[in-house]
C-alpha cells in the first residue's frame, strides 16, 4: 500500500519533470509534422501539437504558427495557436507576412477579444526577457563585426575569446536563444523604455555596419548568437556537450546545432590551432553549405534522427506545400529551423 502511495505521490513529478525535457517536445513536433505532411492526417496531427503545447510552457513560436497554417488550411480552428504564439513573442503584424493568413488577417485586426489576449501576453513576454543578456549579445556581436576585418588568424583568436565567453556565459544562464532572450525585435528595448540599447541604435555610428540588422521576421531569437557560432569555425566541437544539453532544456533548437555542424565543411583546411575536426556526414541545413559530394540520404537522415530532427523526406514535403499551397514552413537563421 505505501509503495502504491509513493508511486501515485511520484507522478506528478514525473509528468513536470517530462515537461523540462525538449528531445520529447522535438520528437511529438515531429510526428506532427510526419502526420501531416507525409500521411495528411490532419486531425491526428493536430492531436500531437496540442499535446506538446499544452505540456511545455516555452514553445518554439515556428510551431505554433506552422500549426496555426496547418489548421486553416484543413478548415480547422487556428486561433488558439496564434494566441498561444502571442504568449511566445509573436506580434500580430509578423503574420501579415504568410501567404496562408492574408484573408483572415483583416477579420483578426478587429477581433477586440484577440486585441485584448494580445495586449495582455506582450506585457507577459517582455517580463520574461533576459535583457541584460540580449544587450550584452548585441555589443558583443557589434564588435564581433568589426574584429572580422582584422587578418584572418588574429580573427579567429579574438572569436574563439567571444565565443569562449559567450559559453560561459550558457552554462550559468543558458543559450541566448528565443526562450531566454526572447524573438528577434529591433524595438524591444523601446518597449522597456530603453530604445538606445536596441541594435540598430549601438551600431549606427559605424557606417560599415549598415548590414546589421534585427530580422524581426524570422519567428527565432536575433541570429547574432548564431552568427558569433558560424563565425568560429569549430563551435560544433569545442561546444557539443554544452549545446546538446542546452538543446535538452529547450534553449537551442536542435536544427540550429545542426547548422552549426554543417558549417564546419566551409572552413575544410582552414581550421585554426585550436581546432579538433572529424567531420563525416552532413545535416543537409546549412544555406552556404557545398552539399554536392554529399549524396548519402539514409546517413543524414539517421544523423537527423539522433538531433531529433525530421527527415529530409519530410523537409521535402514542406517544400511542396509552400510552392503550391502558399504555406511558409521555415524560419530562424538562414532558414535553418
Known amino acids: 500500500m505505501n509503495s502504491i502511495f509513493s508511486l501515485v505521490l511520484l507522478l506528478p513529478l514525473f509528468a513536470y519533470s517530462q515537461k523540462k525535457?525538449?528531445?520529447?517536445y522535438h520528437l511529438n513536433i515531429n510526428k506532427a509534422e510526419e502526420?501531416?505532411?507525409?500521411?495528411?492526417?490532419?486531425?491526428?496531427?493536430?492531436?500531437?501539437?496540442?499535446n506538446v503545447f499544452s505540456n511545455y510552457d516555452f514553445i518554439f513560436v515556428k510551431d505554433l504558427v506552422n500549426a496555426a497554417q496547418i489548421a486553416l488550411f484543413s478548415k480547422k480552428p487556428y486561433k488558439k495557436y496564434i494566441e498561444q504564439a502571442f504568449t511566445q513573442g509573436l506580434k500580430l503584424e509578423t503574420i501579415e507576412k504568410y501567404p496562408l493568413f492574408k484573408k483572415v488577417i483583416p477579420t483578426l485586426k478587429k477581433d477586440k477579444r484577440l486585441i485584448k489576449k494580445y495586449k495582455i501576453a506582450r506585457s507577459n513576454y517582455i517580463k520574461k526577457i533576459d535583457f541584460e543578456y540580449l544587450d550584452w549579445l548585441y555589443k558583443?556581436?557589434?564588435?564581433?563585426?568589426?574584429?572580422?576585418?582584422l587578418k584572418w588568424f588574429k580573427y579567429m583568436n579574438l572569436v574563439y575569446k567571444t565565443s569562449n565567453r559567450m559559453m560561459d556565459l550558457t552554462q550559468k544562464k543558458g543559450f541566448p536563444g528565443d526562450k531566454i532572450i526572447g524573438l528577434g525585435d529591433s524595438l524591444i528595448f523601446k518597449e522597456i523604455n530603453k530604445p538606445w540599447l536596441d541594435l540598430y541604435q549601438q551600431r549606427k555610428h559605424d557606417s560599415r555596419l549598415f548590414y546589421m540588422n534585427t530580422n524581426d521576421k524570422g519567428l527565432s531569437a536575433t541570429e547574432y548568437s548564431l552568427v558569433i557560432?558560424?563565425?568560429?569555425p569549430c563551435s560544433y566541437f569545442l561546444y557539443k556537450n554544452i549545446l546538446i544539453k542546452e538543446m535538452i532544456k529547450g534553449n537551442i533548437h536542435p536544427?540550429?546545432?545542426?547548422?552549426?555542424?554543417?558549417?564546419?565543411?566551409?572552413?575544410?583546411?582552414?581550421?585554426?590551432?585550436?581546432?579538433?575536426?572529424?567531420?563525416k556526414g552532413v545535416y543537409r541545413?546549412?544555406?552556404?553549405?557545398?552539399?554536392?559530394?554529399?549524396?548519402?540520404?539514409?546517413?543524414?537522415?539517421?544523423?537527423?534522427?539522433?538531433?531529433?530532427?525530421?527527415?529530409?523526406?519530410?523537409?521535402?514535403?514542406?517544400?511542396?506545400?509552400?510552392?503550391?499551397?502558399?504555406?511558409?514552413?521555415?524560419?530562424?537563421?538562414?532558414?535553418c529551423r
Open 285 to 335: 541545413l546549412n544555406l552556404y553549405t557545398d552539399y554536392r559530394t554529399h549524396n548519402d540520404i539514409e546517413e543524414t537522415n539517421a544523423m537527423r534522427k539522433k538531433l531529433y530532427i525530421v527527415s529530409t523526406h519530410v523537409d521535402d514535403q514542406k517544400k511542396e506545400y509552400e510552392i503550391e499551397y502558399g504555406f511558409k514552413l521555415f524560419s530562424g537563421f538562414w532558414n
Open 255 to 279: 536544427r540550429d546545432i545542426g547548422l552549426i555542424y554543417d558549417n564546419t565543411y566551409r572552413f575544410r583546411g582552414y581550421f585554426p590551432y585550436y581546432c579538433n575536426v572529424k567531420l
Open 21 to 24: 525535457d525538449y528531445r520529447d
Open 35 to 50: 502526420l501531416f505532411f507525409m500521411q495528411q492526417k490532419v486531425d491526428s496531427c493536430l492531436y500531437y501539437y496540442d
Open 140 to 149: 558583443n556581436a557589434i564588435q564581433d563585426q568589426k574584429d572580422k576585418r
Open 229 to 232: 557560432m558560424v563565425h568560429n
